[in-house]
Nanobody, 124 residues
Framework: QLQLVESGGGLVQPGGSLRLSCIVSGFSLDRYGIGWFRQAPGKEREGVSCISIIGSTVYADSVKGRFTISRDNMKNMVYLQMNSLKPEDTAVYYC??????????????????WGQGTQVTVSS
């Protein structure tokens, strides 16, 4: 059964860091791109970052220089290291499996399996 499970969310002060993890099962991680998305209350879901099977990465402008995506195919894991967190980063964060070996955070790019999400709250 294809599954993605996020973890690592929590409450952090502005300027702090968190590392989100996405563990996948039921498919070969080394064959698909993976994306991270987030949705804040009252807002549409937005793409945060993604990584292709060859390690090419994409970041939203709002997180460039602060977030880093990485993958460990041997462990079936994808990570999102988030530094210098801001209150506006508060959201539920989701990882998702691309239909392809590539990835994009553009609206409409096909992701065909999603995790349940992990809450990130940045507040003092």
């Amino acid at each position: 059964q294809l599954q993605l499970v996020e973890s690592g969310g929590g409450l952090v002060q502005p300027g702090g860091s968190l590392r989100l993890s996405c563990i996948v099962s039921g498919f070969s991680l080394d064959r698909y791109g993976i994306g991270w998305f987030r949705q804040a209350p009252g807002k549409e879901r937005e793409g945060v970052s993604c990584i292709s099977i060859i390690g090419s990465t994409v970041y939203a402008d709002s997180v460039k220089g602060r977030f880093t995506i990485s993958r460990d195919n041997m462990k079936n894991m994808v990570y999102l290291q988030m530094n210098s967190l801001k209150p506006e980063d508060t959201a539920v964060y989701y990882c998702a499996k691309s239909r392809f070996s590539s990835c994009s955070i553009s609206s409409g790019f096909p992701y065909n399996s999603w995790g349940q999400g992990t809450q990130v709250t940045v507040s003092s």
